[in-house]
């Protein structure tokens, strides 16, 4: 694949799919957010911070976090399983971990905030998008951040690397790397990567995937600013 050379849905080797968000989308929750990227459609919420009867999870000279991150059963070809398994668990965890460095957890000990992440259709790269999804809706929820977290992923496919991989891409592909950035110091909250990479074409990868998150990371600024009018 030459950086000329189109990938099977009509992208550039450093072309993100179509990405639209929408902060606000329900109006019980104490915020939300919605994100499609490509064909993923995600749906995010968030309540707190507050106290909560899971007292035990609860610190004195802190806030915590907690990440629920869930599969309709309906997003994907084969349905899935209701209920937790051992992947959303997984990721739910990490999801915790990405979000946690942007908080400014400690302006509100004993107080907990529940994020919500809901897959409603999954075609590649959820976690990233997930997570984009969750921090807008941290933002619409007025929790004190000292920047909005931003997934996206690079990996390789046909001995290319490429930014943010299909479900196809990914399933086909050599190589995925997803990370998560606070944009404004690119300070890296979440790398994992899985496949064959030479150190050179993990550069590129990590490379492309940062300046993939700075994209979505307007596309998130953008939306904020409709809903508040700014």
Do not use: H
Request: net charge negative.
């Amino acid at each position: 694949m030459s950086e000329d050379t189109l990938r099977g849905d009509g992208r550039k080797f450093d072309e993100l799919r179509p990405i639209k968000i929408e902060a606000g989308v329900l109006k019980r929750a104490d915020g939300s957010a919605y994100v499609e990227m490509g064909g993923n459609k995600i749906l995010a919420s968030v309540y707190g911070p507050r106290s909560t009867y899971m007292r035990r999870f609860l610190r004195p000279d802190t806030g915590v976090i907690r990440v629920r991150y869930n599969m309709a059963p309906f997003s994907v070809d084969d349905r899935k399983r209701p209920g937790p398994d051992r992947r959303s668990i997984e990721i739910s965890k990490i999801a915790e971990d990405a979000l946690r460095p942007a908080l400014l957890l400690e302006s509100f000990p004993n107080s907990m905030v529940e994020v919500s992440i809901e897959v409603i259709e999954a075609e590649g790269g959820t976690r990233c998008a997930g997570i984009t999804a969750a921090a807008v809706a941290l933002a619409d929820a007025g929790v004190p951040m000292k920047d909005i977290p931003v997934g996206c992923a690079a990996g390789k496919m046909d001995d290319k690397v490429v930014l943010d991989l299909s479900e196809i891409e990914d399933k086909e592909g050599q190589a995925d790397v997803p990370i998560v950035i606070l944009p404004r110091t690119e300070e890296i909250t979440l790398l994992q990567a899985d496949g064959n990479l030479t150190e050179d074409e993990f550069e590129e990868a990590l490379d492309l995937a940062i300046g993939g998150c700075q994209q979505i990371a307007e596309c998130q600024r953008k939306a904020l600013k409709t809903r508040y009018g700014e």
